[in-house]
């Protein structure tokens, strides 16, 4: 072929559904199983006669988030879901070359989102429970480092920063290095010491220059297929990130939604779907833990559960992950996402289905 791409474009993979077959759970993409809230459908279909019209109404749904959060909505940047704004962020600072300083496991958007840009990925091993080790990206902090990124709660692990580490990590990263929280989890934490910026909007009202939150409707909200996310940060920040977009580039429907998820009706119901998805998370891990100790008491082998604050469970079974992962398959028609080596990520959805998964992992861990 005579053309030729970027080096870093081998490097980044596309997206593949997963193909399942017929009857199978889908468990392993963290998306909850839930129908659109009341008055969404009428919502976007109001914006269907504007379609033929560049712009939207985006100040109104920057408006509404900014009220939710406490905070300005020059402060508020939409985008085409999270990883949209992840990419633009890296982009409106690093220069090829710059580097990205994330935990590792985490989600690995975080990588292509560094590739696409030419800017290196920096993998520190997060603590044994999965939470990050702050100590340790604080020293991986270079003249080079552009961006401090974490995912808080962590993606697998569920771990969420706590109010010391947030408050050390605001304090210590230093001016020149963007401090960005990827947020998407935060609204199932159910830790006590779990803290997140969005919400401090409201307390710190100064939140420093170099801080930057990342939220999604895809997951409190139950959107993912529509894309849509926000940035909250410095409106110097909101303009350099934006100038990396598409100008308009969320959709008229996307931002419709957006303003519909963030009216008072719409957090209230939203509120209560993730308050149901937190106790069945709580319930998933309760119940395992009841029957791993009952195990141990009859002299068999068990398994550690952890603690989650995203919507999902995790299993960190380490090198009999893939195994587990086929069990589930095969007695429970259940497909979780496997991380072969490490363990396995259940996103929590219809409550049969929990059932069954907490049956399947019950029995696989007895046998
Ligand atoms: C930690 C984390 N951030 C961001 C995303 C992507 O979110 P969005 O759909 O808003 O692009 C995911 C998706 O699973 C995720 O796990």
Known sequence: MALTFRA????????????????????????????????????IAAEIPHLNEYGSRSEQAARNIARAHGTDPDRVLLGSGSMDLIRALIGSLCEPGDEVVFSWRTFEGFVDAC????????????????????????????????????ASP???????LTR?????????????????????????ASSPRAAFVAPMERELMKTPENVVVLRTLSKGAALAGLR????????MV??????????????????????????????????????WIKAERQRIERTL??????????????????????????????????????HLIEAARINARVYAGEGVRYTVIEEAVNDAFIDAVAEWAMR
């Open 8 to 43: 870093a474009h081998e490097q980044i993979s596309p997206f593949r559904r997963v193909a399942m077959p017929e009857g199978t759970a889908r468990a392993c993409y963290n998306e909850p199983h839930l129908a659109p809230i009341a008055g969404l459908a009428e919502a």
């Open 289 to 326: 833990r009841d029957r791993m100790e009952r195990a141990e008491i009859d002299g068999k082998p068990h398994i550690d559960i952890s603690h989650s604050d995203g919507n999902f469970v995790w299993l960190p079974v380490g090198e009999r992950a893939e195994d587990l992962g086929a």
């Open 228 to 235: 849509v996310g926000y940035l909250l940060a410095d409106p």
């Open 154 to 160: 962590n993606n697998p692990s569920g771990r969420a």
């Open 164 to 188: 010391e580490q947030l408050a050390r990590l605001i304090d210590e990263v230093p001016d020149t290095v963007v401090l960005a929280l990827d947020e998407a989890y935060s609204e199932f």
């Open 115 to 150: 590739r696409v840009h030419a800017a290196q990925p920096v993998r520190v091993p997060t603590a044994g429970d999965g939470s990050h080790d702050i100590d340790a990206l604080l020293a991986a902090i270079t003249p080079r480092t552009r961006i401090l990124l974490l």
């Open 238 to 275: 909101v303009q350099a990130v934006a100038k990396m977009r598409t100008q308009n580039g969320v959709d008229r429907l996307a931002v419709a939604a957006a303003e519909h998820c963030f009216s008072p009706d719409g957090l209230a119901q939203i509120e209560d779907r993730v308050e």
